[in-house]
């Protein structure tokens, strides 16, 4: 069974960081573009960042460049998300998706095959 877990959230002050990981259980990570996601509260789910199946590429929306940084550690089969300078517009719920169609920011695109159940951030002095 393919699976997904995020851990790392928490409450920091803003400007703080934060590292959210994505562990997968059932398959192997480095076969599959991983993308990140936001969902603040009463909000849509949102692209965040997204790295390609071979690493060869990331992306981020405009508003986290510069700030966040998406990685893979391969040897623990995660994805990891470093999230600095971190704002009040930047609290919600992290997911982590994996799929093979390639990088989207829409949430509800059937690229993304697997999620997983989330992390909560909240930034708050």
């Known amino acids: 069974q393919l699976q997904l877990v995020e851990s790392g959230g928490d409450l920091v002050q803003p400007g703080g960081s934060l590292r959210l990981s994505c562990a997968a259980s059932g398959f192997k990570l480095d076969f599959y573009y991983i993308g990140w996601f936001h969902q603040a509260p009463g909000k849509e789910r949102e692209g965040v960042s997204c790295i390609r199946a071979d690493g060869s590429s990331v992306t981020y929306v405009d508003s986290v460049k510069g700030r966040f940084t998406i990685s893979r550690d391969s040897a623990k089969n995660t994805v990891l998300l470093e999230m600095n300078s971190l704002k009040p517009e930047d609290a919600g719920i992290y997911y982590c998706?994996?799929?093979?169609?390639?990088?989207?920011?829409?949430?509800?695109?059937?690229?993304?095959?697997?999620w997983g159940q989330g992390t909560q951030v909240t930034v708050s002095s």
């Open positions: 998706a994996a799929g093979t169609m390639g990088c989207t920011e829409s949430a509800t695109s059937v690229r993304w095959r697997t």
